[in-house]
Nanobody, 126 residues
Framework: VQLQASGGGLVQAGGSLRLSCAAS????????????MGWFRQAPGKEREFVAA????????SYGDSVKGRFSISRDNAKDTVFLQMNTLKPEDTAVYYC????????????????WGKGTQVTVSS
């Protein structure tokens, strides 16, 4: 499974960004809707951190404590794409954001996912 994230950039504190991640290369018999999708992030000098996850149907979402109430994950199964809407951004949100996929259709971010994409940089200035 290949994952291509986009939408990162530089934004002022309090602003918003929307990340997208397009998925492709599914094994035979599988499709985008076979996978749960997630977002993680890693800031310089810090460990990778869980941000959000959404199950295969989009009907259940989970979030890391630091982003609850500000970030929203969604998916479009017709377009093989997952999104991360980030609002009220803070300088501490600055990190490389990674898209991830897991074949557990009910994955909620508690374990390391199976597939990772290359990251996209998000920088929030104060």
């Amino acid at each position: 499974v290949q994952l291509q994230a986009s939408g990162g950039g530089l934004v002022q504190a309090g602003g918003s960004l929307r990340l997208s991640c397009a998925a492709s290369g599914f094994p035979s018999g599988f499709s985008f809707s076979s996978y749960s999708m997630g977002w993680f992030r890693q800031a310089p000098g810090k460990e990778r951190e869980f941000v959000a996850a959404v199950i295969w149907s989009g009907t259940r979402r989970s979030y890391g404590d630091s982003v609850k109430g500000r970030f929203s994950i969604s998916r479009d199964n017709a377009k093989d794409t997952v999104f991360l809407q980030m609002n009220t951004l803070k300088p501490e949100d600055t990190a490389v954001y990674y898209c991830a996929a897991d074949p557990n259709p009910y994955y909620e971010g508690t374990l390391s996912p199976t597939y990772w994409g290359k990251g996209t940089q998000v920088t929030v200035s104060s």
